[in-house]
């Protein structure tokens, strides 16, 4: 390698590592000392500081202007020198390599750490990909992709197919949806641009959190997908992901086409109701009552030893009288991702999927399965 | 009240389905299994082939050596689990309890059932008439006080056997029979049995324990002392408790082979989950049962946050629980799967959104449902592909991009 011999020596302000170190360390997940891939790689190369983690999975790699005295790469626990950019004031810090450590001392304190390496060599070497494999879309668009998504996925292990947010491509849109099996998060946006071939893939909700937290809401953020992983970029960030393998389910069979009876609610007088009912719903189940009368939604729950709730809400119906019984937090969810003023609760029967969507924006919906009500 | 066992086998099943459904291979020696040129296994065979050295659990290109002019079916699990279950049907109309061993094997205790249908003999012949009536499907039956013995007995005399064992006459019956009928006693057993000089019933019973015990293990000198005097040693499948719910399959010769234990799976996931959803009941848990050719047996299970409801997710659990017993190479008598903590659907339960669509296995449920209503009886069962080929050992987020070794980091 070309850095044998030389000690990496470099300097930059305090605030400017410490944020892409957190994120670093968002990634590396692992606290085990030893494991290489609990550090992160510093390279100090042209002016440049590259930093790059991955847990074998997800890989991040991000760059930021330093002042190099000496070029040079190591790897560092991040654990610990996240621990010690947070505890320093702002100010310029200086890096310095020492043989199977490095000393990290800030120019205005009388304060010196030192933190063990491991070496560079070990490191993982990152998947990557070509730059014209790339396609691109407004930033604010995907980050709202992903929120409207990604928490739909399931968590059950065993159903590991459904442990992601899967993503494809209908002509020029992009669509974005996840379930759990009980209840699906829909996302699509025409960018009307050509998007290059691919087939739908499993995403991890790892990266898409991380893309969702830390993608700026100007810009545009690019995308490549191949068989196995898939490559994001925007601002200095570059990070790709092994993708989950298996099939996703076929979810354009539980989108219900057209739905018979719609009840328009305040969003904001919902999710309140939500939360004070909830406080005497089973929290096993989480079964809540939806009762529809005209103009009325009641939502309650099960009488127990401990007691019972009952909220009365406005809202625009004038359908049958009927109960539904749902999971909260299954309508909850999609209510906090929404920032729409009111929402549209759609249904056919009581036994039926319903459809949770905002009032005009066609490009996100929810279905949610509906529980027993004996 | 004395105990009275029958044991039900369906003679050469799979193979007696596929010629009932198709009467002109009536003659012919049919072979039930994986595509000739594959590299499976033989499911079964009817007897005709049987009389060309074919039998169940061989490479599917050694039957086909020995058998060229054969008739190769797929299997059709869907069918057999059909027909099985109107046996099963019949079987618990006509015992108190029955005992399902695999698709087309069961106990039926008709203890205390002799005001009934009379003696031991005239139950049976009802037994074996209704089936034939009913379902087309012939059945060799054994009686005795004990489950073991019935089983040995039912096998004596195929297809379309009937032996009775009275009571007291269990280890006289034992020791009439020639070493290799052992029930439960393995190529390899058989092997050493003779190496020590063990070449009958008689020697057996006659043998030093302790020696048994240094040659066979503790376990399966226990099994042999028990076995030779007629005596159950209670190592069969567990009874069928409220709560459970189980299916095994003992091979005619100990394997090694991934593909056969692969294929016995196959069968008892989609045998175990029919049965388990005609009786309108559901399940979290999956439990494999191993035991090798030293007797020595192990178990593991698997406990799902939702519940099984296809027989694809049944086997691709039972093939990890499988992986994690079994080193690949040790040879297996009997390797069992059941369902434990069964019970009735809860009350107040979440819908599934890929029910009836997507997911084959609500599909399957709700036409094992119907069938159980006996609203589309006689109509074909829809045939999934065959449920193989998909290894779902390296699951979770996909590989590694960097290197394969570094998995366990």
Known sequence: MRFTGASMKFSCEKATIAREILIAQEIVASKNALSIMSNVLLTAVNGTLVIKATDIKVGFETHIPVDISTEGMCTVFCDKLAGVLSSLPEGEIEFEQDEQKVIIKPSFKKVRFQIKTISSEKFPELPDISTDSFFSLPSKDFKNMIQQTVFAVSDDETRYFMNGVFMEKNEAALIMVATDGRRLAYARKDLGLPIPEFKGVIIPPKLLSIIAKRAPDEGSIEIAVTEKNIFVRFGNYRLSTVLIEGQFPNYHKVIPDAQKNSVLIKRSDLMEALKRVSIFVEQKSRRTFFKLTPGVLELSSEESELGAAREELPCQYDGPEVIIALNYKYVEDPLRAMSSESVLLEFTEATKAITVRTGSQEDYFHVVMPMQLE | ?409
């Not at chain 2, 799979?14 to 020696?29: N, R, Y």
């Not at chain 2, 399966?220 to 007629?230: D, K, M, T, V």
Request: contains cysteine; hydrophobic residues 40%; aromatic residues 6%.
């Open chain 2, 1 to 409: 009240m004395n105990p009275l066992w029958f044991h039900v086998d369906l003679d050469a099943f799979f193979a007696t389905v596929e010629l009932l459904d198709d009467p002109g291979l009536l003659g012919k020696p049919v072979i039930v299994g994986a595509r000739p040129g594959g590299r499976g296994v033989v499911s079964t065979c009817s007897y005709e082939a049987r009389a060309f050295g074919v039998h169940s659990a061989m490479p599917i290109g050694e039957a086909y050596r020995r058998c060229p002019g054969g008739v190769f079916l797929p299997v059709r699990m869907e069918r057999y689990c059909e027909l099985s279950r109107q046996v099963m049907d019949i079987l618990r109309e006509l015992g108190p309890e029955v005992i399902p061993v695999s698709i087309d094997e069961a106990w039926l205790d008709m203890s205390g059932t002799g005001l009934l249908y009379g003696s031991p003999l005239e139950a049976a012949k009802l037994l074996k008439r209704r089936i034939r009536e009913e379902t087309g499907l012939g059945i060799s039956v054994g009686v005795a006080t004990n489950r073991l013995v019935s089983k040995i007995a039912s096998g004596l005399r195929k297809p379309d056997g009937l032996v009775i064992v009275e009571s007291g006459q269990e280890a006289a019956f034992m020791q009439g029979l020639p070493l290799a009928k052992l029930w439960g006693a393995g190529e390899k057993t058989q092997t050493r049995l003779r190496e020590s000089g063990i070449l009958s019933m008689a020697d057996l019973v006659a043998a030093d324990q302790p020696a048994l015990s240094r040659i066979f293990g503790e376990a399966g000198a226990r099994f042999l002392h028990s076995a030779a005097r007629g005596i159950d040693p209670g190592i069969h499948g567990e009874r069928s408790g409220s709560r459970g719910m189980s299916t095994e399959t003992t091979f005619e010769r100990d394997i090694a082979d991934g593909e056969a234990l692969d294929a016995a799976l196959l069968e008892m996931a989609c045998a175990l989950l029919s049965r388990l959803h005609g009786e309108g009941l559901v399940s979290r848990t999956l439990v494999l049962k191993l035991r090798l050719s030293d007797f020595s047996t192990s178990s593991r299970r698997i406990t799902h946050r939702s519940e099984f409801i296809d027989s694809t997710e049944v086997l691709a659990e039972a093939r990890c629980l499988l992986a994690r017993l079994w080193n690949g190479s040790s040879p297996v008598r009997l390797v069992g799967l059941g369902f434990d903590g069964v019970a009735e659907p809860a009350k107040g339960g979440q819908g599934e959104l890929f029910a009836k669509d997507d997911r084959k296995g609500r599909l399957e449920q709700v036409i094992f449902g119907l069938e159980a209503e006996g609203l589309v009886k006689g109509q074909a069962a829809p045939r999934p592909a065959r449920l193989i080929g998909r290894n779902l050992r390296g699951r979770s987020p996909g590989g590694n991009p960097f290197h394969p070794d570094d998995r366990a980091q």
